[in-house]
């Protein structure tokens, strides 16, 4: 990792959140992509373009010319859309940058997510040229994984989200021994609130039969009464 990938991808970012490095797509899959670009769609009008005369007879040589500059944007787009497809690891996240001409979308997920990751190679090809698939399988995550096709593997790059999610998993660990759940104060508030119901309810009826008893006893003790319990 360099300093200005440091630069160019920090504006993806939070001021606050610190680049640990940057995965990106293997080289060869742009070199292939502007070389099919560059020879179907430049050399071969050219040639073409040159070598007959009724071709030049119809089409105003400036066609040409903007056409071929058209194709350069096109091949200057592809690089740029290449080098923004990557992986950036934060000291608080992996975060997938996708990015389009008018549009650019970001997803993260914390280290304390990741269950685990797969590097899978795809035939020989991808052998002979270190191409790699990036996976992180995410906790309870279902199909919702993250991907990175034809990857570049630094390997120290995987070694930094092992050891980032490893330490997450071990401060999350520490936290739940010191920390009591999240409904611990309510669960509180509850059992007060039911003791206090409790005791109210209970007093008043004490307090009730108190005074039936008080009550009885001064109607016993008028004229003409007579108890018939």
Avoid at 150 to 156: E, F, G, L, R
């Amino acid at each position: 990792m360099n300093k200005f990938d440091v630069f160019f991808f920090q504006r993806y970012l939070p001021t606050w959140v610190k680049i640990k490095g940057i995965l990106q797509k293997h080289i060869i899959t742009i070199l292939g992509k502007i070389f099919l670009n560059y020879f179907f769609w430049v050399l071969i009008p050219t040639f073409i373009y040159y070598i007959s005369d009724t071709v030049k007879s119809f089409v105003p040589f400036f066609v040409l010319e903007i056409f071929i500059f058209i194709m350069f944007l096109k091949i200057m787009y592809d690089i740029f859309n290449w080098y923004n497809d990557v992986w950036i690891i934060t000291n608080e996240w992996v975060v997938e940058l996708d990015w389009e001409l008018f549009w650019v979308n970001s997803v993260s997920v914390k280290y304390g997510s990741i269950e685990w990751i797969e590097i899978v190679q795809n035939g020989i090809i991808d052998t002979i040229f270190g191409k790699w698939t990036l996976i992180i399988h995410k906790i309870w995550g279902g199909w919702d994984n993250f991907m990175l096709e034809d990857a570049a593997v630094p390997y120290q790059a995987i070694d930094e989200i092992e050891k980032m999610s490893r330490e997450q998993r071990e401060q999350l660990s520490i936290n739940d021994e010191d920390v009591p759940p999240a409904n611990y104060e309510n669960l509180l508030q509850a059992l007060s609130w039911i003791v206090e119901q409790y005791m109210t309810w209970n007093g008043f009826q004490k307090n009730q039969e108190e005074e039936n008893k008080q009550f009885i006893e001064k109607v016993k003790k008028q004229k003409w009464t007579i108890d018939i319990r």
